[in-house]
């Protein structure tokens, strides 16, 4: 997502005329309430969080956290039929559950298995769902229509499984963890781009692009009707 970020700041006025957005207005007011919420609560947390955890411990957590997506990575694989990744995200998940100390480590990447992620949002890519449009949710940001029903759908089966009491605070942690692995991406953009909400949806629209088959045909499609008008 990092270098996306980037070039999409560099890029942006070419790419936001050819981002479909119709519920733009509906999205910029989201993207201004999430940005109050990162300026007012989530910034300062991870100032802190930075400032008092080293950053071998704040590795350390990082890793924890992955390792335990990648049951969801591994579910994704089977669901899209992608076994190779769904073993993948298996074995990674018990070698670095084990000799990793719970993920801290990541031990798997040691023996050759590298993190690869998945998400609920490629299988339903993988089925050949059409994204839909363009959408931001409330503090987790840039989505799209399918691609936030998919993690609408997951999410409510872990809070299911796992329960709400263990569900809530994992899911609090990780997004948590991961928004301090990108602020000072984020804040670069907030700060240098004349319009960040464009930056983002180009960011977004540009990474589903290269991982989904149906929203990259989908997007040069797009282009193509764009260049004969």
């Known amino acids: 997502m990092r270098p996306l970020l980037l070039a999409a700041l560099l890029l942006v006025p070419g790419l936001a005329q050819a981002a479909s957005d119709p519920l733009e207005g509906v999205n910029r007011r989201i993207h201004g309430f999430n940005r109050l919420v990162q300026a007012w609560v989530l910034d300062p947390v991870v100032t802190a969080y930075v400032t008092h955890a080293p950053a071998p411990v704040r590795q350390g957590i990082a890793n924890a956290f992955a390792n335990l997506r990648e049951p969801i990575t591994a ?12 073993w993948h995200a298996t074995a990674r998940f018990g070698i670095n559950s084990s000799l990793g100390l719970g993920g801290v480590r990541d031990s798997a990447a040691e023996w050759g298995f590298g993190r690869r992620v998945a998400v609920p949002a490629d299988a339903a890519c993988a089925w050949g769902i059409p994204s839909g449009p363009y ?17 609408l759908a997951s999410s409510a089966g872990l809070a299911q499984v796992l329960g709400p009491q263990l569900f809530l605070p994992w899911r609090g942690g990780d997004l948590l963890v991961e928004y301090s692995q990108l602020s000072g991406e984020l ?15 180009s960011a977004y629209l540009q990474r589903r692009a290269a991982l989904c088959a149906v929203d990259r045909a989908a997007q040069a499609a797009s282009e193509q009707a764009a260049e004969e008008d």
Not at 75 to 86: C, E, K, T
Not at 141 to 146: H, V
């Open 135 to 151: 959408l931001v949710l409330p503090i987790l940001g840039p989505s799209t229509l399918r691609d936030a029903g998919a993690l």
């Open 187 to 201: 804040g670069r953009v907030e700060a240098q781009a004349l319009d960040p909400y464009a930056v983002y949806r």
């Open 75 to 86: 579910i994704s694989g089977l669901a899209a039929g992608d076994f190779g990744l769904a």
